[in-house]
């Protein structure tokens, strides 16, 4: 009896020990297949068929997340050696009125091959295309146009208080509601902030504003004019979808996250209020609607064209969500290797100085190597893309007068 005991209890072990090594293979190759799975999604995404586009045009809206993109850019100019397309001086290449490319005709670099188009104006495809010579990638951003507007609000205080008269944002609001189109609250300060910011700097007209058809075909225009309009809101899934778009790599659009208003320059606007702003900013609001729409479906091209899990999958489980993951640790780990300590704009130094004290900044460890290059300003980058351009204007002199 003690002995089928013993054998009874020994077959228990060996039962166990049999169970125990089953669940630790079933492991390993839930792993194994996890990271051949993420694998095949890295070699997917990262390799690509044709080489990277180096030359592209990138329409600079305004508090769009547009500071961040800006960098990406400019980081990806200034390591290859790339022509952007620059004003005399300032950071404009048109404010009020459309885009001409004759404006650049008073640059010492006005007859160099241009690669990048990035700088605020009023869009005009046309135009700038007469700059580039050539069809390429061609993009821009949006954002929410309640968050556009307050943003703009608060970044521009207190010159758009002083503009409008107005106590702060709330008493802005009520002049909305009691005015007529007519009123104050139609003009724009410097002639190119206000109403309708989103459609302004897209190049449409205020005479149509209120003119719903109107604005339908000018979407229809801009829809076959940019290959991508990215939503500030879903930035990272915007980014993940730009590195598509350019054939880059992922660690081309890591960044951080520039431009961000101080804490106390906000607001929260009661329900009322925001409808009294969707209604005023009827032309930006059905823009954004569109283009939020089609965002949708290009995510949804992006997921069924690169997808690695069955079908059926969550959301949770694609692969932009998969990528945007990957991104989101990427700025982490450069956040944490370069970022000191956030502080305001107006203790940072010139090279990272913006134009604007409303805004936070990053104390940033410069001896860690490419940090500074991800925080510098875009007037410091301005200033090295300029001199660029100026030597290469000058050896091309100097190599002509030789001949």
Known sequence: ????????????????????????????????????????????????????FRKFIFMKTHKCGTSTIENIIFRFALKNDLNIVLPEKGNYLSADELFDHNSLNTTKWKDLNFDIFSLHNRWNKKEVLELLREDVPTFTV??????????????????????????????????????????VVKR????????????????????????????????????????????????????????????????????????RRKREKSSKLRAAEKKVLEKWLAADVQIF?????????????????????PAGSSDADSTITRQTRLLEEANRQLY??????????????????????????????????????????ERSFLDTFRELLLSKVTNTSSLFNWF
């Open 188 to 259: 724009r300060f410097m002639r190119r902030i206000g109403r309708n910011q989103i459609a302004w700097d897209l190049g449409i007209s205020p005479d149509i504003f209120d003119n719903q058809t109107a604005i339908t075909e000018e979407i229809e225009r801009l829809d076959h004019e940019f290959h991508l309009v990215m939503i500030a809101n879903r930035m990272d899934e915007s980014l993940i979808l730009l590195k598509q778009l350019l054939n880059w790599p992922l660690q081309n659009v890591v960044h951080l996250d520039l431009n």
């Open 1 to 52: 009896m003690e002995s089928r005991c013993l054998n009874l209890h020994d077959l228990a072990i060996r039962r166990n020990r049999w169970c125990f090594k089953r669940f630790i293979v079933a492991v390993m190759i839930s792993c194994c297949l996890a990271f051949l799975s993420k694998r095949a999604m890295f070699q997917q995404l990262e390799t690509v068929d044709s080489p990277e």
């Open 289 to 309: 609607q569109y283009f939020s729409r089609r965002f949708d479906e290009k995510v949804a091209e992006f997921n069924w064209k690169y997808s690695t899990s």
């Open 336 to 377: 944490d290797r370069c970022v000191i300590s956030e502080v305001g704009n107006e203790k940072l130094g010139r090279k990272y100085k913006t134009y604007n004290d409303n805004v936070m900044g990053y104390s940033i460890n410069e001896k860690q190597k490419d940090c500074a290059s991800y925080v510098m300003s």
């Open 142 to 183: 949006i954002r929410e146009p309640v968050e556009v507007f307050e943003s703009l609000f608060h970044y521009l205080d207190p010159q758009l208080k002083n503009f409008y008269g107005v106590r702060d944002i709330h008493d802005m609001i009520r002049a909305i509601k009691n005015a007529t189109l007519s009123d």
